[in-house]
């Protein structure tokens, strides 16, 4: 079955730059874009940005530009996130999450999301 | 681009039906039909219950549905059970293959 296994949980310092993993399985991994989503604690899901792995092509959401890279390795089937510049607002859970199969306009399914807590 | 907007908490009793609303824009939800709703239990990675606007992906109970007018999208699960206390997110497609998401509504069974 489709699966999406991210990385554990990190701390990391104002300033410093943290890089999660999403391993995938079960799928062509080139067929299907990668979105990635956090969630502060007690709040909503923002939506941060995709990569296509088959091409490395990437869009983020405008309050990301510049801190946010997204990137792919096709010989693992991988993608990683990394925001830079951390603040103690970026303290969040980060989902990947893949287009859904019958519609590239939802996301399904989802990794079990990785908390990278930012504190000094 | 802004957040949409759900209601921070929702109530109903078991066997009751309650709606969710998620209002947003001529940019966002009146512009595509394409919303999607996801389930997210305490501690859980949300879970696709409904796709462009009314869809259900397979596994889901009929009891969750769908529906969008003008600005605003609705979900609405009928008969509720226990296991449907959770949260509730909305997102719209806002053009550009950029995505929107709602800040997200709890739903307590009385």
């Known amino acids: 079955q489709v699966q999406l296994v991210q990385s554990g949980a990190d701390v990391k310092k104002p300033g410093a730059s943290v890089k999660v993993s999403c391993k995938t399985s079960g799928y062509t991994f080139t067929a299907y874009y990668i979105q990635w989503v956090r969630q502060a604690p007690g709040q909503g899901l923002e939506w941060m940005g995709w990569i296509n792995p088959n091409r490395g092509g990437t869009k983020y959401a405008q309050k990301f530009q510049g801190r946010l890279t997204m990137t792919s390795d096709t010989s693992t089937n991988t993608v990683y996130m990394e925001l830079s510049g951390l603040r103690p607002g970026d303290t969040a859970v980060y989902f990947c999450a893949r287009d859904a199969y019958r519609s590239p306009n939802s996301f399904d399914p989802w990794g079990q999301g990785t908390l990278v807590s930012v504190a000094s | 681009q802004s957040a949409l907007t759900q209601p921070r908490s929702v109530s109903g009793s078991p066997g009751q039906s309650v709606t969710i609303s998620c209002t947003g824009t001529s940019s966002d939800i009146g512009g595509y039909n394409f919303v999607s709703w996801y389930q997210q239990h305490p501690g859980k990675a949300p879970k696709l219950i409904i796709y462009?606007?009314?869809k259900r992906p397979s596994g889901v109970p009929d009891r969750f549905s769908g529906s969008k007018s003008g600005n605003t999208a609705s979900l609405t699960i009928s008969v509720l059970q226990a296991e449907d206390e959770a949260d509730y997110h909305c997102c719209s497609n806002a053009g550009s293959y950029t995505w929107v998401f709602g800040g997200g509504t709890k739903l307590t069974v009385l």
């Open positions: 462009d606007v009314s």
